[in-house]
């Protein structure tokens, strides 16, 4: 199971993977505690010229799964509360599925 901390760690290698292909400097920019897990949220840090953060396409936020280590990007298209509520039904569905498996292989 991770904490947020080992959360965060896979959390920024996956920025710095992104990073190595980009100019921008990448950093985490805010952190949402879920029943799951978390999610975290990404972009550019500010320039310090302009004082303005460059606009960057796809840096949809990350969710982290406690109990699997699933990092999932996600789409900047859909609102993040429905993205969630799929994935907590996605994590019903899989246990729904592991309890009906448990069940079929206690049967003589």
């Known amino acids: ?7 965060r760690r896979l959390v920024l290698a996956e920025i710095d993977d992104i990073r190595d292909r ?3 400097d990448l950093q985490i920019q805010r952190v949402e505690a879920l029943s799951f897990g ?7 840090v500010r320039d310090g010229r302009s004082g303005q ?14 109990e699997n280590e ?14 969630i509520a799929d994935y907590e039904r996605r994590l019903r569905r899989e246990a729904h599925a592991r309890n009906l498996a448990a069940k079929q292989a206690k049967r003589p």
């Open 53 to 66: 953060r460059p606009r960057l396409g796809g840096n949809g936020p990350i969710l982290v799964d406690r």
């Open 70 to 83: 699933r990092l999932i990007g996600l789409p900047t298209c859909t609102p993040v509360a429905r993205q």
């Open 1 to 7: 199971m991770l904490t947020e901390e080992d959360a």
């Open 22 to 24: 980009g100019e921008y």
């Open 38 to 44: 978390w999610i975290f949220y990404w972009g550019a």
